[in-house]
């Protein structure tokens, strides 16, 4: 069987008000036959375009259906019969976007209920904030859905404003390597992100997993400065009543929470970890890469060289695949002796179809890859990676 590693069926009343930085949520969910409208009407005027607008309007058209149960039909109508699914949870209570119409909890209680049905086909990941509670209530919170309720997996996505070394996540780690539980993380430069007002001091002078002031590392191991974003930080302008410069201050800011640098101080911790970063880095910097491999800082190198020094490493091609451009680095990778065995097929369902619709995302990438590699991206590495039985 075919497994998508990488794929969303929460809906906009799960997502916080301003989750996208503009106040839709609460709206849309209240009101679905409204972002119905709007995403027809978008759809009318902007015929041929991929501006924001029309990608928000391919977004809404499966983000208002009514449950999560309604969106995993879609996906499972729009793949393989033969396939299962990684479906990844996302703890957004903590982003700074207002609150959601359902909250985390209510989420993952759906999700529980529907893997009574779909016991085989659909394996739910639990979405891990940091800020959620103490290290111990984390481990918890984990251990009773991975025992009690079958998740297969921990799923983070620092860019709502943490990092992956937050002390809070430690206990976790030396659960999941101990057990070999894997762990997916948002590993590209887009994607949304915290929409705080205040940056906090912790987020600009973070502590490290042994609540220790972090230090920059690098690749070789060796240590940097104290890692320090004050620079960044700047307070926002006031005018009109109204504060200004949040979203291009947090975009630019976020970058600092999902930078694939950041694993390294995990993983010299805990090098047995099993860990995917997602999207191998993200479309932008797998082309930038391709054009000059001498940048080693460029996102998909750094990914690539921390799955070549840790045996559980993986990429997954998630989102990042619907880039032609990006296609010649994923074969790649698919050949080499140290990576092959590593990466990861996922689509990003429902995201990308803000990009393409997913039969048309994947029909298109297995044109381009030989059947053997899609099978080794889609059925054996999956296998070892989620430690199917």
């Not at 309604?70 to 396939?83: C, G």
């Not at 393409?356 to 381009?368: G, N, Y």
Request: hydrophobic letters at 35%; glycine letters at 6%.
């Amino acid at each position: 069987m075919e497994t998508n590693c990488h794929t969303h069926i929460f809906n906009i009343r799960c997502a916080p008000d301003s989750f996208i930085g503009v106040k839709l949520a609460k709206r849309f969910s209240r009101t679905p036959i409204v972002g119905k409208g709007l995403a027809k009407f978008l759809r009318l005027v902007l015929p041929g375009s991929r501006d924001n607008l029309e990608k928000i309007s391919n977004f809404l058209e499966i983000g208002i259906l009514k449950t999560q149960s309604q969106v995993f039909d879609r996906l499972r109508k729009e793949s393989d019969p033969n396939t299962r699914f990684v479906v990844l949870t996302l703890d957004m209570d903590y982003m700074g976007a207002g609150d959601a119409v359902l909250n985390f909890k209510t989420q993952l209680a759906q999700i529980r209920e529907l893997k009574l049905t779909y016991r085989e086909r659909l394996i739910p990941f639990i979405g891990v904030d940091p800020r959620r509670g103490s290290g111990e209530e984390i481990l918890e919170f984990v251990r009773c859905h991975i025992e009690n309720f079958g998740f297969g997996g921990v799923k983070m996505y620092p860019p709502l404003g943490f990092y992956p070394f937050d002390p809070n996540l430690d206990l976790l780690y030396a659960y999941a390597q101990e057990k070999q539980i894997p762990i997916l993380y948002h590993c590209s430069q887009g994607g949304i992100n915290f929409q705080d007002s205040q940056i906090t001091h912790r987020q600009i002078h973070p502590l490290n997993l042994d609540f220790a002031p972090a230090r920059r590392v690098n690749l070789d191991n060796t240590e940097g400065d104290l890692i320090d974003y004050s620079s960044m930080a700047k307070p926002l302008r006031r005018f009109l009543g109204k504060t200004w410069g949040k979203q291009k201050r947090n975009k630019k800011f976020k970058l600092n929470f999902s930078n694939p640098i950041n694993y390294k101080q995990v993983l010299m911790k805990y090098p047995k970890l099993k860990i995917c970063l997602a999207h191998f880095g993200g479309d932008g910097q797998i082309s930038a890469f391709l054009e000059s491999k001498s940048d080693r800082e460029n996102w998909h190198y750094v990914t690539r060289e921390l799955m070549k020094q840790y045996d559980n490493v993986y990429a997954d091609i998630s989102y990042a695949l619907w880039n032609e451009k990006a296609w010649p680095a994923m074969t790649s990778a698919m050949k080499d002796p140290q990576l092959k065995d590593k990466v990861l097929f996922g689509t990003d369902f429902y995201m990308t179809t803000q990009e393409k619709e997913e039969p048309k995302l994947v029909s298109d990438f297995r044109k381009h890859v030989s059947h053997a590699d899609f099978a080794l991206i889609a059925e054996t590495n999956p296998h070892n990676f989620l430690a199917i039985r």
